[in-house]
């Protein structure tokens, strides 16, 4: 949450917590512990944002021509899973399922990311500065603005579906308007962040966030449904835990100005993804159905 204003902070909160308490609202426990329950699926998204994603990211930074600071930003974020504005897509998935799924590995990988994260960071990154890592200040905040209101959601779902079909609309649509406005408050930073990387660190960032889109598509079948899902879930890496990480280890901040690069990066990438995702799967609707009445006749 570093950088960041006192508004541009409490919209990306608002953000946060809307966003998981709509998704706990449209779906329940039921779909949310099958997420849980789904241990094939935990392997893949594991295996996906601690295992190759990492690998994909630390190669990358240590055979290709980059800057010092863009290289250990490069490493930095493939070892941090969960990333948060992933749910801004992963939130608008139909169907209860998907919107489970999304929701409840957002939230795990998250929560994990805070364990395992900078062990990987630690056995990566180049020798000297120690990581500090703010573990009790992170656990309180996924507890807070991740969990507590997709517990809340599920149970009001449970216990009062007609309020939670009213509420889940509203709270939705203003998890997404807070999204937008802490997209716009950033736009000046992130602008700054992108001259000051330069076109060679962003490409390196673009192939980063392909390649993790890839990943997690290829890992996310069989079902079509969870592929967008992981790959959007895989290539939103954690840029809070990143920055938090980052300005407490490293004495030269320069660190940071990829990480907010990234962010200018992601966005736009995963909404292009949900775009392709939702004509593809409309078109596939379409043929499934078959010729209307008039073709036939």
């Known amino acids: ?55 994909v990211g630390v190669l990358a930074a240590r055979t290709l ?33 998907a919107l489970a799924y999304g929701g ?6 998250s929560f994990f ?6 062990a990987l960071m630690a056995l990566t990154l180049p020798k000297g500065a120690p990581l500090i890592i703010p573990y009790g200040k992170a656990v309180l905040f996924v507890s807070l603005f991740m969990l507590l209101p997709l517990v809340l959601g ?13 509420l889940a609309g509203p709270v939705s649509w203003a998890a997404t308007l807070a999204f ?22 962003l490409l390196a960032i673009a192939v980063f966030i392909l390649v993790s889109m890839v ?7 069989p079902r079509k449904f969870t592929r967008p899902v992981l790959a959007t879930s895989s290539s939103m890496r954690n840029i809070a835990l990143c920055l938090a990480v980052a300005a407490r280890s490293f004495s030269d901040l320069s660190v940071l100005t ?16 949900s775009v392709v995702s939702l004509a593809a799967g409309k078109f596939a609707e379409r043929r499934a159905s078959g010729p209307g009445p008039a073709a036939m006749g």
């Open 113 to 118: 990311s805070i364990l395992i994260s900078p």
């Open 154 to 166: 599920a149970l009001v779902h449970g216990t009062a579906g007609a309020v939670a079909g009213k």
């Open 215 to 221: 990943i997690g598509w290829t890992l996310g079948g």
């Open 1 to 55: 949450m570093f950088l960041m204003d006192t508004l541009t902070k409490a919209l990306f909160f608002l953000f946060l917590a809307g966003s998981m308490l709509g998704i706990g609202l449209k779906t329940g426990k039921d779909e949310l512990l099958s997420v849980v329950r789904d241990k094939g699926w935990l392997v893949r998204a594991f295996v996906a944002n601690f295992l190759l994603i990492p690998a």
């Open 65 to 97: 021509p980059m800057r010092p600071e863009n290289a250990a930003a490069l490493i930095i974020l493939a070892c941090a899973a969960g990333g948060m504005s992933a749910l801004q897509f992963l939130s608008k998935k139909k169907g209860a399922a």
């Open 104 to 109: 409840g590995t957002t939230a795990l990988l």
């Open 258 to 273: 990829p990480l907010v690069a990234f962010v200018s990066l992601m966005v736009p990438a995963n909404l292009l993804l």
């Open 180 to 201: 937008v406005g802490t997209t716009v408050k950033l736009s000046t930073l992130t602008k700054w962040a992108k001259e000051g990387v330069g076109a060679k660190g």
